[in-house]
């Protein structure tokens, strides 16, 4: 029997049938596609050969990573890279440079094989096989060709490649090149002939040794601790060669020489095809945690990419992924970057429905709370604070910002926003009242020595830098933060049943924290301080996104969003690809999805690489990751009071698909778009939390799986429903063939760059 409730959506009057669940229903969208087909897809191709790393195929397993790519006419390279392979100079006090976390915590370069040819290259047919995780195909050269494969092993620490010949380049040789240990940053600047830093001393020269069949280059750290890259060649049927490899990292002990060792004398008892075997499941279950397909080729396979890419830099969550992730090239952002990059990089996780990649951050967190407390200067003892950059263990040593404003002082506060979103989108009460609270209140107390009363009555900020533009007292960088953190940590007194001694502080702070400074051209940097300058950060717009906290549901509110948007792409000289990423997350906000994939378009045209990698004057991995995040916020949102289903969708895209995209609360959302209009939404509950939701769906709809007590209409199309933890319902438009035939998700067609591939194809 089915109950029907007059409700009323987008001003038009309309009937909800609720339908009730029965013992025999299995309310619940089907998801019609064959998941290697679809993924593959989405791969990268080369038939010319790549030249350097932002056209490489590239492979990785949140530890290790590779790169292949051309180096000379006889050779190519196979990079070898390692994510917590740094100097520990602040550790060990006796070789650390006067001044900050780089070059003192830099990430070091291990080095490199090379696979020498017969003949002279000429070209290739290579695909990055996302489905399994593997580079694939042939290499070309005047005499012959090689049939290569490789894997960075998804369970263990482990290259494994196998290269095998035609009969006259049977020949072909494989050989490792040691890098020195030394910081790129500095590299970098003493090659254009300056002595940038004369005090920092490189380490002692590795040295070669063998265990057995293993070849070690172990290589001791000035500091202290320890590198080693083993490996081993075995020679097989059809001339073939099998490259094993690892690399083992340790400090302040010297035991990674026995860590790399045991992996590859394990690797060497087991065929090739058996480490395959292992490698891929891992990834063939990771890819159906979600699913989208939208009608750009170009920008569905742009985002399967950077889901594939931040598992390779986050799988396990051993190491955090920096400015390179496991790919370290020759760079000046060697290290953790905490005023944008690692935020960025890990945003885009929690909605694609991987909280197993984005937990890593908040456990690391935890795992260097007693650095996080060194950070902090003296008098602030109760503080956690970072700098601008650090190294794995997150010492990153901050002045005092009453004494040295140039800092920013909202690093750790944004990083905890990270953090507390990987509670909303779980709902684990367990890790906000052991891990997420403890740490917020932590960061919050740094601002709270720095507050002062003004002759107004209103706490204010002294001068503090809005990163990358200047410092100005109420920057509104860090007052967006404050307020975001005062507030968070009230709420999560609420939810913990916590009477914290810091709440009524807290309530006060929210009750006279000075206003956001504002002029005729929208929000400024700070006070006295106009925005007036080309700037690629949106440090000053940080209320609007990511923290969601000047909702444009008001009108007001919306116009000085709108006016301050286009203030700052006014001046375009300075702006970069992130700008681009995050300026059509605020279009998306707005619920404007022309002015949203305009933005994205523009990126892909003029800022990512042909292997989607991407720089700012060096190798950085943050912005496409937000790229990324940026099509999730078209796709659907959940900041506020509610989610909000396909919200920012452009005309052209009349077919829109996607399953258990994840949102704050909890839920697993899937939707279907045809047509233009939205057929149905399929709303899973994982906790059990209120569920307020705009569907976007017209006229007389259908909730299935759910009694008609437990649907409100909260009106503007906004509904409430109860929703039991495990349960999934099912909204609908009546008028589309109610019988569950249109429950059905398939791949959208696609009619924008239909044959768009990655890669480089001539």
């Known amino acids: 029997m089915k109950f029907p409730i007059l409700l009323s959506l987008l001003g038009l009057q309309f009937s909800i049938m609720a339908e009730p669940i029965s013992e025999n229903s299995t309310h619940r969208e089907v998801l019609q596609i064959d998941w290697p087909s679809f993924i593959g897809k989405q791969d990268l191709y080369w038939n010319t050969l790549p030249q350097e790393w932002n056209q490489a195929p590239f492979i990785g397993n949140g530890m290790m990573g590779s790169m292949i790519f051309r180096q000379d006419d006889h050779h190519l390279v196979i990079q070898l890279g390692r994510s917590d392979v740094q100097d520990h100079r602040m550790e060990d006090g006796k070789h650390e440079v006067p001044g900050r976390a780089i070059p003192n915590q830099s990430r070091l370069p291990i080095g490199y094989f090379t696979l020498k040819t017969a003949g002279k290259l000429k070209d290739c047919d290579l695909r990055l ?301 367990d890790i906000l009242r052991e891990k997420i609270f403890p740490l917020l209140r932590k960061s919050i107390n740094f601002y709270r020595h720095i507050l002062e009363e003004g002759d107004d009555g209103k706490l204010h900020l002294p001068p503090l830098a809005s990163p990358e533009y200047g410092h100005a007292a109420d920057c509104n960088y860090d007052l967006a933060l404050l307020r975001w953190g005062c507030q968070t940590l009230i709420d999560s007194c609420n939810i913990l049943k916590i009477q914290d001694t810091l709440l009524p502080e807290w309530k006060d702070i929210l009750a006279r924290l000075t206003d956001y400074p504002i002029d005729e051209t929208g929000f400024m940097i700070g006070k006295d301080m106009p925005y007036a300058r080309s700037h690629r950060h949106y440090s000053h717009l940080m209320m609007i996104y990511p923290l969601s906290t000047f909702s444009p549901d008001l009108p007001e509110n919306r116009k000085l969003i709108e006016k301050s948007i286009n203030h700052w792409f006014s001046y375009p000289k300075g702006l970069a690809g992130y700008s681009f990423t995050g300026s059509s997350s605020m279009y998306s906000i707005l619920g404007n999805g022309e002015m949203a994939e305009k933005r994205l378009q523009d990126f892909l045209n003029d800022k990512v690489h042909p292997n989607t990698f991407y720089s700012e004057s060096s190798p950085v991995i943050e912005t496409p990751p937000a790229g990324a995040r940026s099509i999730e916020d078209m796709l659907i949102q959940s900041w506020g009071d509610r989610i909000r289903v396909l919200p920012a969708i452009p005309d052209k895209w009349k077919n829109v698909s996607f399953a258990d995209l994840r949102t704050e609360g909890a839920f697993l959302i899937s939707a279907k778009r045809e047509n233009g209009k939205t057929v149905f939404v399929a709303i899973k509950s994982l906790a059990g939390a209120p569920c307020r939701i705009q569907t976007g769906i017209e006229g007389e709809i259908l909730v299935t799986g759910l009694e008609d007590d437990k649907i409100r209409d909260l009106g503007n199309g906004i509904l409430e429903l109860d929703i039991p933890a495990n349960a999934q319902v099912i909204v609908s438009s009546k008028s589309l063939a109610p019988d569950q035939a249109q429950w059905v998700i398939t791949p959208s067609k696609q009619d924008n760059r239909s044959d768009w591939q990655w890669g480089m194809e001539n």
């Open 129 to 429: 096989n996302l489905w399994d995780a593997e580079i694939s195909g042939k290499i070309r050269t005047e005499v012959g060709e090689i049939d290569l494969i490789a894997v960075m092993h998804s369970g263990k620490d482990l290259l494994a490649l196998r290269a095998t010949p035609s009969k006259r380049e049977s020949s072909f040789s494989i050989r490792w090149h040691p890098e020195e240990a030394f910081c790129p940053r500095i590299k970098d600047r003493r090659a254009g002939g300056k002595s940038y830093i004369d005090e920092y001393f490189g380490s002692p020269l590795p040295v070669f040794s063998n265990e057995g069949e293993v070849i070690l280059c172990i290589q001791d750290l000035i500091a202290g601790g320890q590198t080693t890259t083993a490996w081993s060649v075995k020679h097989g049927d059809h001339d073939s060669q099998t490259l094993y490899a690892s690399v083992g990292h340790s400090f302040p002990e010297n035991t990674a020489t026995e860590t790399a060792t045991n992996v590859v004398k394990d690797a060497l008892d087991s065929d090739f095809s058996e480490h395959l075997e292992t490698h891929r499941p891992w990834w063939n279950e990771f890819y159906t945690k979600s699913y989208v397909s939208i009608p750009d080729a170009r920008l569905e396979s742009f985002f399967w990419i950077q889901h594939y890419k931040m598992a390779c830099a986050t799988m396990g969550g051993r190491a955090l992924a920096d400015n390179q992730g496991p790919w370290l090239q020759p760079t000046g952002w060697p290290a953790l970057w905490w005023n944008l990059n690692v935020q960025l990089a890990y945003s885009h996780m929690l909605p694609a429905n991987h909280p197993e990649l984005s937990i890593g951050l908040l456990n690391h967190l935890v795992k260097y709370q007693h650095n996080l407390e060194k950070n902090v200067p003296e008098g602030m003892e109760d503080s956690i604070n970072l700098n601008t950059n650090s190294g794995q263990d997150l010492l990153s040593p901050m002045d005092h910002p009453l004494k040295k404003p140039k800092q920013s002082a909202g690093n750790m506060t944004w990083v905890m926003h990270n953090c507390y979103m990987q509670y909303r989108y779980t709902m684990d009460e």
